[in-house]
């Protein structure tokens, strides 16, 4: 079974500042997906970046970009440039090939940026 | 489009009721899922759906169940609800493996 570990349960960060937040997975498939989740205090979640295990290069959407290190099975998130609305809670989540798309989480990270 | 909507956003039950949590997403998504969270984790899979007629069970199945008889609905059923059900409870839909999932507000549940 697919496991995801979360080892920072709380970070800080100061606004303008830059910060990562770190992601390892356990899994024995080749082809699979990684996902950052953002849950602000409202409880929305929301699709933050994706990347596909075939892909070498590191996605990025705007502020937020990944270093994706498959061998070290390895999923970090950095966020450039902090804002006040970056304070959320992060979850990292693993969807292997399988026809059904199931997420696995890991227990997140909070996330609090400092005026 | 509203995406995904749940009902009711709170709700509060006694130790034995029973309820329905609704679910609906109006972008033609094949698949959708049904997740809790429970303080100071991460959301674990109740159950999902890949087409209207076809469910199966997720992670933490126990004490709840689906249907899936159109492709915009997916409630959840609590029978006999229970303390250790108290949780906020996310409904998610997806339309490609990989695309990720759109989740709704979430269903705050207290059993007492």
């Known amino acids: 079974a697919q496991t995801v570990t979360q080892s920072q349960p709380e970070m800080s960060v100061q606004e303008a500042e830059t910060v990562t937040l770190s992601c390892t997975y356990d899994t024995s498939e080749s082809n699979y997906y990684l996902f950052w989740y953002k849950q602000p205090p409202s409880r929305q979640m929301i699709l933050v970046i994706r990347?596909?295990?075939?892909?070498?290069q590191n996605a990025t959407e705007n502020r937020f970009s990944v270093n994706f290190q498959k061998a070290a099975k390895s999923f970090s998130l950095k966020i450039s440039d902090s804002q006040l609305g970056d304070t959320a809670m992060y979850f990292c989540a693993f969807s292997s090939r399988g026809g059904s798309e199931k997420l696995v989480f890991g227990k997140g990270t909070k996330l609090t940026v400092n005026p | 489009n509203a995406g995904v909507t749940q009902t009711p956003k709170f709700r509060i039950l006694k130790i034995g009721q029973s309820m329905t949590l609704q679910c609906t997403q109006d972008m033609n998504h094949n698949y959708m899922y049904w997740y809790r969270q429970d303080p100071g984790m991460g959301l674990k899979l109740i159950y999902y759906?890949?087409?209207?007629?076809i469910t199966d069970k997720g992670e933490v199945p126990n004490g709840y169940n689906v249907s899936r008889s159109t492709t915009e609905d997916f409630p959840l059923r609590l029978e006999l609800a229970a303390p250790s059900q108290t949780s906020v409870y996310f409904c998610?839909?997806?339309?490609?493996w990989g695309a990720g999932q759109y989740f709704g507000p979430g269903t705050r549940l207290t059993v007492l």
């Open positions: 998610a839909s997806s339309y490609l």
């Open positions: 759906s890949v087409g209207a007629g």
């Open positions: 990347q596909e295990a075939y892909k070498q």
